[in-house]
C-alpha cells in the first residue's frame, strides 16, 4: 500500500491550499482516511478524518471551521481543503488511511510521507 500526497507549499496568512492523497495497492472505499501533522518541535496531531463513504467528518478544534476533508472513492484519493490558514498550521501534513476511530481517537494502519505546508505572516 502506497499513499501519495501532494498540494503543500508556501502561502501567506489568510490564504488557502489544498491537500492531495492518493492510495494505491488497496481500494479504502470502505475505510476511514484522514490527516494528520507535525510542527517543527512538536509531536504529530490528528487534523481530521473522514468515513469510508465520505459522508461523516470529524475534525481537530484547531481546524474547525476552516479545513474541510473530502474522499474521492472512485479516484481512491483523500482531500483536505484549508482555507484562513494562519502561520500555526505550519507543519508537514500526512495522509492516513484504513484503521479504526474511537470517541474522537483515529489510529491509521497505514501513513503516506509528509507534505510541508508553511504559512507566512
Known amino acids: 500500500v502506497q499513499l501519495q500526497a501532494s498540494g503543500g507549499g508556501l502561502v501567506q496568512a489568510g490564504g488557502s491550499l489544498r491537500l492531495s492523497c492518493a492510495a494505491s495497492?488497496?481500494?479504502?472505499?470502505?475505510?476511514?482516511m484522514g490527516w494528520f501533522r507535525q510542527a517543527p518541535g512538536k509531536e504529530r496531531e490528528f487534523v481530521a478524518r473522514?468515513?469510508?463513504?465520505?459522508?461523516?467528518?470529524y475534525y481537530a478544534d484547531s481546524v474547525k471551521g476552516r479545513f474541510t476533508i473530502s474522499k474521492d472513492n472512485a479516484k481512491n484519493t483523500v482531500y483536505l481543503q484549508m482555507n484562513s490558514l494562519k502561520p500555526e498550521d505550519t507543519a508537514v501534513y500526512y495522509c492516513?488511511?484504513?484503521?479504526?476511530?474511537?470517541?474522537?481517537?483515529?489510529?491509521?494502519?497505514?501513513w503516506g510521507q509528509g507534505t510541508l505546508v508553511t504559512v507566512s505572516s
Open positions: 492516513a488511511a484504513g484503521g479504526t476511530s474511537y470517541s474522537g481517537t483515529y489510529r491509521p494502519n497505514y
Open positions: 495497492g488497496r481500494t479504502f472505499s470502505t475505510n476511514l
Open positions: 473522514v468515513s469510508g463513504s465520505g459522508v461523516n467528518t
